[in-house]
């Protein structure tokens, strides 16, 4: 039995320590270019319904950065003042990019070199908890999650060595009999 929550706690810690470190990296990558990522896939939290009915406010777009995109093509461009969009390229004209979010009558033209990124799927409703896991005070809470839940009842599960094993302080073991004689165990009466 205690092999088996020997095993457990390992997986457990494991788990932990590989959620902590995508959580520390998707921290880090957030400084850099605004959007948390892994390498060329970026994700981006829909804030309003610009791209319903496919994609709702809360949902996690996922983005390949860099990718090439065609027409028909939901991408990543950057709005007018800067902020990254999801909006799909309903056609071309004359070397632009006619763009349009599916939840809007507005459209614009831009050129190919605005387009950042290829959406390339989404997760529904997980946009907050990633928001969450990509701050600092997602990485502090996983950490001391993982401390509370996984290390200290490991150290709380660590049975006592047996008082054979143990040696009192300051000198070699004492024979049986002169443990006795302190009134350490049974002494018979005869």
Same mark, same amino acid.
């Given at each position: ?10 997986? %457990? !810690? ?46 996690? &777009? ?8 065609? +027409?028909?093509? !939901? ?5 007018? &003042?800067?902020? +990254?969009?999801?909006? #799909? ?11 349009? +979010? ?11 070199? &605005? ?22 005070? =997602? ?9 509370? %839940?996984?290390?200290? +009842? =490991?150290?709380?599960? #660590? ?11 300051? =000198?070699?073991? #004492? ?6 004689? #302190? ?8």
């Amino acid at each position: 039995m205690k092999a088996l929550i020997r095993v457990i706690q390992a997986v %457990l !810690v494991l788990v932990w320590l590989a959620l902590l470190g995508f959580s520390v990296l998707l921290c880090m990558s957030t400084r850099g270019n605004g959007l948390p990522g892994v390498s060329s896939w970026r994700g981006l939290v829909m804030a309003d319904s610009r791209m319903a009915p496919e994609l709702s406010p809360g949902d996690l &777009a996922v983005v390949r950065m860099g990718a090439s995109a065609q +027409p028909g093509d !939901v991408v990543l461009c950057r709005d007018s &003042a800067g902020i +990254p969009e999801l909006t #799909r390229i309903i056609g071309t004209t004359e070397g632009q990019l006619i763009l349009k +979010p599916d939840g809007s009558e507005d459209s614009r033209l831009a050129g190919p070199e &605005a387009v950042e990124g290829v959406f390339v799927g989404y997760l529904p409703g997980l946009g907050g908890p990633f928001r969450f896991l990509c701050s600092l005070a =997602g990485v502090i809470a996983i950490a001391a999650a993982g401390l509370v %839940l996984v290390v200290l +009842p =490991g150290f709380l599960l #660590r049975s006592p060595r047996p008082e054979e094993e143990q040696r009192e302080p300051g =000198g070699p073991e #004492r024979p049986e009999s002169s443990r006795r004689s #302190r009134g350490g165990g049974y002494t018979p009466r005869h």
